[in-house]
């Protein structure tokens, strides 16, 4: 009597924990509307700062906030005077990762992103005042970038609009400086909880195993069966945190997908869950058995052990991190005694003077020391219109200097993966598409509904076969069934390739490059700094002497260039005292310009200085004039890229190719001996005409490879279905490239092609292994032969093992690559 007693307690108890189902919810946040409901347009709402946050997403027509996920808000907090530390400048300053004055960037942590409805939100927060001009949010580390105008809208205020909005960021200056992140610890505590449940249901769980309640001892009693309603409502105590706090996020992830009409693969496991918790409560209660109380804080402590390995599995393989400390950009720093020096961007340190050429991206945070300096931020802020800055001004990283040659002085170190997230940042990016990603989309949707048909239908057969069987059955194929390793296997297999392909220097923008790689079927080449060796290049002169004055004017011009002919063209050329010029000006296609005092010049093409009718029409050249009088031209020997004539060969077999250079016919009797017979070879074509060139070839349903110097091809390369730039020194970078080949690795560009279909091969694999899983596993669920607990193991291990195959394949292609 005093079990059944506990037992109706335990049950009004439980009864009074689910009494929320009858309770009105907040149409802003999902919570239980208690005594203080507010009503308004037919809807309710649990307190004043829910209803204002609709009233303002209604006012400002964002309501399709509520659409896309119902109850996806939070409970907007009171914060006054919380911010108030971001009156002080000092502390925007270092918040804010760039500042012209006017425009303000700002990268803020906000816990609260969870699903489509904030991303949509956080996105359109220009709907929600004027001033702000843009806003991305990164999905997976739950941060948001926001543009806005600094003289309309504060830091302050921009952070209070979100707070009143319910997306209250975090912000930490220690973590900041340090470039941390909170730790969320909450997956340990559960696992702890379920493992410690699990482990004391089992252990209470023993005597129905062996059915050792029969067992008598020497006095004849059965001495377990007195004992046997304590085990099971202690079984029932130790599951009642596993059901209502461990497993949590699944219920909250399954009532939120089918309040927004939607079936999640969290609907299933949910219901298979609280299924088993229903009928094991049900069978102490009216004592008919022990339950399935270990079967279920097994089902849980499995799955919750399952995300917690698939996290670290994640992290490990976290390719994201591993892509940027390859990210290669290389700068010119002056060393103390006047020299010039190539070095990585990585090394270098505060106060290191930098010397930035003409179209080259700075890396760092700077003063600008000397120099004439107009920067392009659109690479930062989209916005295309330069700012000019004197001696004396901060640059930011990220800007791309217009105006000849200027020296900095850096101001902090260089973080790799701010460049690495520009280069990524949307404003660069063309509507490419994942046809992976579709495919992955279209079976998640599908996918539950798909589960569920089949346990209804599966425990209804069994419930009129074998009555018995019918809950084990409905549980299993719930939880056997799972479409994470169809989801997990392209992104694993082409993160992976990215890291590999980094490791090898070639360092691709994202994931969806090699995608896009492995579907080409035409690459085009740039002859100059492409399939030429800047650094193997010799030339000669021709004409008139220069005088002293001109061949330090020469010098110091060619400085601030960063054309491969210039580059070349500078490092021959003796020494000269280096100067300031007071006016430099790049003509794209065809020349530089520079001034000092009263001299003039002029370098380029033969109609760029004024000679219409050259003498040396059939050689590569660059041709000077001083104070518009010509005064000859150096002749450059090209030097073709060791195994140039193989890498043509291996892709003549499987691509259409065809060399668009900006230079002269010099050199085409030469190029028709190294290249494949009739490669088409196009000379004298100024940017536009390449660019329409690749256009023509698209428009003709032409997958195209783009492979140029990054100057005179951005046109080009920001067109082609995969634009990729060859770079001796990749100071040279442009954001309209998708990636960025070193120039020793380019007689492997083929391979790397090859290995990109290998990619796409094996993320074909790994769907069908992965569509293999689940029909194996439903086959035994469906059949009877599975239990929950082996399930709950089993799901899981699918995803890791995907994980683990994706990863074996592609490193073992990785380990092929020369």
Sequence with gaps: MFYKTKAVHFCTRYRQMLRFVDKELCYHCGEVCENTSIHIDDKNFCCTGCKTVYEIFSDNGLSYYYDLQAAAGAIPKEVVCKYNFLDSPTIVDRLTEFSDGNLQIVNLYIPHIHCSSCIWILENLHKLNLFIRSSQVDFPRKTVRITYNSHEISLKQLVMLLTRIGYEPSISLDDFDNQKKPIDRSLIYKLGIAGFAFGNVMFLSFPEYFDLASSKTTGGEFWLNQYQDVFRWLMFTFSLPVVFYADRDYFISAYKGLRSKLLNIDVPIALGILVLFLRSTVEIIFDWGSGFFDSLTGLVFFLLLGKFFQQKTYSFLSFERDYKSYFPIAVTRITSDGKEETTQVHDIKKGDRLLIRNEEIIPVDAILKTGHARIDYSFVTGEAEPLKKESGDTIFAGGKQLNGAIELEAVKSVSQSYLTQLWGNSIFHQDKSSTFQTLTDSIGKRFTFSVLTIAFVATSYWLYRNPTMALNVFTSVLIIACPCAIALASPFTLGNMLRIFGRKKFYLKDTRTIEQLARIDTAIFDKTGTITSAKKSTATYEGMALTPDEESLL?????????????????????????????YEEHVGKGVTGSKDKSHIKIGSADFVGIPVPGSVHKTSVHISSNDLYKGCYIFHNQYREGLEVLFESM??????????????????????????????????????????????????????????????????????????????????????????DASKFQQLNDYIKASKQAVKIIKLSFALSLLYNIVGLYFAVTGQLQPVIAAILMPLSSISIVAFTTFMTNVLGRKLP
């Design 555 to 583: 010098k110091n011009t060619l400085r601030a260039s960063n054309h491969p002919l210039s580059r070349t063209l500078y490092q021959l050329l003796a020494e000269q005292n280096i100067m300031t010029l007071d006016e």
């Design 652 to 741: 003549s077999e499987t691509l259409q190719l065809a060399i668009l250079s900006g230079d002269n016919e010099a050199e085409k009797t030469r190029l028709e001996q190294l290249l494949p017979k009739l490669t088409p070879l196009y000379f004298n074509q100024k940017p536009e005409n390449k660019l329409r060139f690749i256009k023509s070839l698209q428009e003709k349903g032409r997958k195209v490879l783009m492979v140029g110097d990054g100057l005179n091809d951005a046109g080009a390369l920001a067109q082609s279905d995969v634009g990729i730039t060859i770079s001796e020194n990749i100071s040279v970078f442009s954001p309209a490239c998708d990636g960025i080949l």
